[in-house]
């Protein structure tokens, strides 16, 4: 295992999120500007490379490991990897089909959201990328056996998933609804609700995966060596940022030129 | 007895009842607390939305109350847990958790009998009321719920077997102790009795009319049982998509020294590739009842055509999972067949390679021919082109297969015992099956023959031949490796001779009526036809296989306590796990082994395919 | 060698047998279709296919079975043949090569079907759980298609309630028929006769009994009838009752509801209906009278009969029809003593 230096990774960590914040500004910026579903398309793509890569450090399942003995800690750690990301690809498909059903029943047209949601959800959206910066600074920090740092970064991890899903659900589902998007007013309401709805689930059951991961770290059972139950819960977090990359623009963005 | 009360199986009955009820309760009140109804106007005494909570709270329920969810719940709350346990001896493991892959496999297997034998049944019922024009004793809607019942719990009974199968056969065949996660492996088994408890329920709640495929507008109207089936078909979902996750992990991880990828057993390809579907595609049958589900339950017009809904869209959703799904039923048993020829014909698979990647071929083209089921559907007519020459494409792989069967038969040393009866018949049947395929790719022959019987026939014709037969052939197989016993062959060849004519002249028949106007799904027909004597016979048909079966059921049941010993390799096998004694031990290999040669190198002086290491020896 | 040789004539013996099998028990319906044609060419293309590599593949397995049983003392392994590049290549690329012989046919055989022809008679349907309804452009209303011989038509359908399929199997092609669109479907009978369609979309209770009689005659009788209906609309109108008749056929009722008094189970019958006691399922009884069945057509879910269910009549009737439409119903039904 490569033993980089702790505050290079954490500034690695610093840099992604700069320019993840940058692409995202630039998403507005094209949809309002430029109306161009496929530089949107382009941009979502850019942003999830940036995640996979550098968050959710996806070339770790180049494992390289066959010599290693099939009962080793190291040997069932790669084992597991390639477990948790076989789950995600399945996961994967559930949104997958939601995004299709979005396109097959409002084409590239948009939703008929209010210029409220439209701020809401660039807030949201902040905080989400935010929280999984904060959860890579946790894990990094887990990794060099910075037990300190790494209750830091979790902690707010999870304070800004809770933001997120309050933000969803008291925010901008009420302001949804009083603009005449309800889940049984027509298709496009449907859409909207189980899109956020179907998301904002798999965040909550992120939360409360890094609840009980915080619990048990803050209790040291969790160490530079020995911590994949960080790693398994961070992958998931960022996964579930990955489909928001993807949901944000479906949503809100697609259609909404000025 | 008091060991069967007590068992998980037994006690997750009272569990899901339980919670089933508690659930409802809960979201009655919280219905009470919003001002709305607590309870349904006439029929079943809670609300539709009552009673799917309580649905979902109540299978939660039966798998939490068995124990396999125990010990990730230890894991989270941070204890440490033991890694192997090990079961009782005696049956009773077989009620209860247990981690051992080969203990779960048979309890799929089991469990995927008990549905076949359920869906059998359904069919008999109302394959009685169709003996004869006119209606006799089943009303409409009996005859939609029984035909419709049949159909899922047959398909669910078939993705149990592969199931078994797959978690029965593949460690041993890699060489592996176990699967990758056996309590993954445990989760899913248990997750299958309160799916089919949920289905069976439909039955109580006003059955369902639409067919196994709910397309909308009908199942948005259909009655109470509909949204159990829905969910019914969401939880039996999960075993087929973490059962597949676990296979891949496995066979990824864990094989034997000196197995690379064209030195495994056949049949891990067909496994691989199977699961690889049933990860992934699986999700979409389950997004798609979700959002019908939703559709009932929160008025969300995904589907409907006022509120600027799509009912298309649930057919592309549903058959974009649906036709994969069908590789599923039939990939681990045409795995099978060629796992068991080689063995019965002395000679090596003709052309392994091929056969292993005309397995992942099927299984990537699957994904492409989706909307095949659409031709008629009124989708965009652009798309019917297409999907018709990737339909087409699937009879490639396909061909490879049965070529290399043939090749590998020709000019062998073979021998008939049961379960190469079985296999020859699968091939056979899915023959028939096979050949009645492109008609219904060509979208111009396919405008007559879509909804008839002779897509009835086609498909039966490919589950049996796909995965029935081979199925038969795995259990008298592998019986003695499970028992250490036989199963009786004279039964085993009275069972195979009066199956395979009756179901020949069962399907031949559908599909004859097919053709000259008898739709699906009808409880009955126009006397005028001239099809009254087509489904008499079509009736006694499958009755005798239904007697078939009884036969196969009682050899099975008295085998394992009065079958002729089997303690060794009784096929003479050169697979690894006919070299240790039967009953499989309990860690599969105490000595590990080293494949040193190829699989199927029958005919070849000294070869040898694995290699046991005398000296290392696993202690646990 | 001499193996290969006696399969090879055994592959074409059973070939040729199959086919000719199969050709003669003639598998499909008359062809009473222009479209049947082309289709029917293609299904026999494609039995041949069938017929030969149902041959290819049984003669080697069945002569194998036989010829290649293990002899009693004989213990030793077959040949070591692990595979033949060659023939492996061969069985892919023939095959590959077929299917798109027979994909390119299957695409120029599916143009021919969907052949338009401009000056094609145009008739609406109405497909509702479970009858269809004709409604021709003279204006009026028939449970009865009628179409004249040797002349394309094109039927625009439409569902009222679940997705249901329109088919003949004389004519071959089926069309699913779905709410809020219309579906086409073209077709030029060629054979004068009397058909049937049904229903070939699961739709729900009696998607069993949801056929229509399909009556293709001379363009003379064609016309005639024709004539005959737009005069029976035209006499029906002058009167509540005639109305009344008119507007029940047009709108199914009789799929659940008979006027003879039979039982469908599906709906009460209609005759003696009015002005009878009727024993409701909360245990009240009422009588039918007239403000009764107006009710029960605008609110079908406001009283239930004994023994029947709610939530099967549809419940769009009161923003479909206009009051003096329902009262022309009723009045209908008040007839039938």
Known sequence: MEHANKSDVLRQGVIVFVFLALLTALEFFVAVQIGATVLLALIAFVKVGLVMYYYMHIYRLNLQDQDLDRHSDQYKLGTSRIGLWLFLLSDAFIFGGLFVSRFNLLGLGPLPLSPDSQFIAVTI????????????????????????????????????????????????????????????????????????????????????????????????????????????????????????????????LIGKLI | MKKILTSALVRGLL?????????????????????????????????EPAWVFGALVGALSYVGSTGAMTDWFRWAKGEEVPEHREDPPGWEKYLNVSLDHKVIGVQYTATALFLLCVGGIFALIFRTELAHSGLQFLTLQEYNTFMSLHGIVMIVGILLGVAGLMNYLTPMLIGAQDMAFPRLNAFSYWVAPPAAILLLSTLVFGGFDTGWTGYPPLSERAPLGMQMFFLGVAVAGWASILGGLNLLATVLRMRAKGMTAFRMPIFVWAAIATSLISTTATQLIGLSFQMVMFQRLFGMGFFDSDKGGNPILFQHLFWFYSHPAVYVFVLPGLGIISELVPVFVRKPLFGYRFVAMSSLGIALVGFLVWAHHMFVSGMNPYLRIPFMFSTLLVAVPTGVKFFSWIATIWKGKIEMPTPMLFVVGGIVVFLLGGLSGPPNATVATDLHLQNTYWIVGHFHDTMFGGYIFPFFASIYYWFPKVTGRKMDERLGK????????????????????????????????????????????????????????????????????????????VWNSRSPEWQVPSPMPVHNYDRPFEVIGEPYDYGLPGSVYVKFDDKKSKSH | ???????????????????????????????????????????????????????????????????????????????????????????????????????????????????????????????????????YPQGFSSKELHLPVNRQVVLDMESTDVIHSFWVPQFRI??????????????????????????????????????????????????????????????????????????????????????DGSSTGIAPTWKGLYQSQVKLNNGTTVTADEAYLTESIVNPSAKIVNGFQDNVMPKTFGTTLTQSQISDIVTYIESLK
């Open chain 1, 125 to 252: 959206t902040s905080v989400l990328l935010l929280s999984s910066f904060f959860m890579n600074r946790a894990e990094v920090s887990m990794e060099h056996g910075d037990r300190r740092g790494f209750i830091v970064g979790i902690s707010l991890t999870i304070l800004l998933g809770l933001a997120f899903l309050a933000g969803v659900v008291v925010v901008e589902w009420p302001s949804a609804i009083s603009a005449g998007v309800t889940p049984s007013s027509n298709a496009a309401g449907a859409v909207f609700f189980v899109m956020t709805g179907m998301h904002a689930f798999h965040v909550l059951t992120g939360v409360i995966f890094l609840s009980i991961v915080l619990r048990n770290g803050s209790r040291g059972l969790y160490s530079a060596e020995k911590h994949w139950a960080v790693e398994s819960a961070a992958v998931y977090w960022h996964f579930v940022d990955v489909v928001w990359i993807f949901f944000y623009p479906a949503l809100y």
């Open chain 2, 15 to 47: 569990w899901q009842f339980t919670g089933w009820i508690v659930g409802a309760l809960f979201l009655t009140g919280i219905r009470v607390l919003m001002g709305l109804n607590a309870f349904a106007t006439g029929g079943y005494f809670f609300t």
């Open chain 2, 494 to 569: 009275l069972h195979f001779w009066m199956m395979t004519p009756s179901f020949l002249a069962l399907t031949l028949l559908m599909m004859r009526v097919g053709l000259l106007g008898m739709r699906r799904r009808v409880a009955d027909y126009d006397p005028a036809l001239g099809f009254d004597n087509y489904h008499l016979v079509m009736t006694i048909g499958a009755y005798l296989i239904a007697l078939s079966v009884l036969i196969f059921l009682y050899n099975l049941v008295v085998s394992i306590k009065r079958g002729e010993a089997a303690a060794g390799n």
């Open chain 3, 1 to 135: 060698m001499r193996h290969y040789v006696i399969a090879g004539v055994l592959v074409i013996v059973l070939a040729v047998a199959t086919y000719a099998g199969l050709m003669g028990i003639h598998l499909m319906p008359v062809e009473a279709s222009a479209q049947s044609i082309p289709i029917d060419h293609l299904w026999n293309i494609e039995i041949a296919i069938i017929s030969f590599l149902f041959a290819l593949i049984m003669v080697p397995l069945i002569y194998s079975l036989i010829v290649f049983r293990r002899r009693k003392g004989d213990a030793s392994d077959g040949e070591h043949i692990e595979g033949n590049n060659t023939l492996e290549i061969t069985w892919t690329v023939i095959p590959l090569i077929t299917v798109l012989v027979l994909a390119y046919i299957g695409t120029y055989t599916l143009g021919d079907v969907l052949a338009v022809d401009p000056s094609a008679l145009e008739i609406n349907v109405t497909a509702r759980q479970w009858s269809w309804q004709f409604n």
């Open chain 3, 174 to 259: 089926k069309q699913d028929v779905l709410p809020g669109r219309i579906t086409t479907y073209r077709i030029t009978p060629i054979l004068i006769g009397n058909y049937t369609v049904m229903c070939a979309q699961l739709c729900g209770t009696s998607h069993s009994y949801m056929t229509a009689p399909v009556i293709v005659s001379s363009q003379a009788d064609y016309d005639t009838w024709i004539q005959t209906q737009v005069a029976a609309a035209a006499a029906a109108a002058q009167t509540p009752l005639g109305r009344g008749q008119q507007l029940v056929a047009q709108n199914g009722c009789t799929s659940c509801h008979s006027i």
